[in-house]
């Protein structure tokens, strides 16, 4: 049997991770397979306090994609945060998804892209459809 597989892409923004990835576990509950898909500063946050997760580690995975700054730039500068991932993001995020495409498990039929906040990211959601 397939299993629909969902992304999630949150904002790097409080208030946007910590509900995507709950929002990932019920939908693992409910027979899902769930990648959440974060920055790579935030998936490094997220990987370390990311304690418990309820048994859902055989049906979602937490991947990163790079924002286009350096380690050592600022992400609070929210400016310079979203132009650069508005620049980097979605050739990573479209290569991201062509890979999971390519699993034999996954069609596209099976896979649907969640977005939140990210205006930029739907014209790349539409390709798939």
Not at 29 to 57: P, R, Y
Not at 85 to 114: A, C, R
């Amino acid at each position: 049997m397939v299993r629909p597989h969902v992304l999630l892409l949150p904002a790097p923004a409080q208030g946007h991770v910590i509900p995507a990835t709950e929002l990932g576990q019920r939908l693992v509950k409910q027979g899902a397979k769930v990648t959440v898909i974060n920055t790579e500063a935030t998936h490094k946050v997220i990987t370390t306090n990311w304690l418990e997760n309820d048994g859902c580690e055989d049906l979602m995975q937490m991947v990163s994609i790079p924002d286009g700054l350096e380690p050592w730039e600022d992400r609070n500068e929210l400016g310079k945060l979203m132009e650069s991932m508005e620049k980097s993001m979605p050739t990573k995020l479209e290569q991201l998804i062509e890979t999971i495409l390519t699993n034999k498990m996954t069609t596209k039929s099976h896979v649907l892209l969640l977005i939140f906040g990210w205006h930029w990211l739907y014209k790349l959601q539409r390709r798939w459809k």
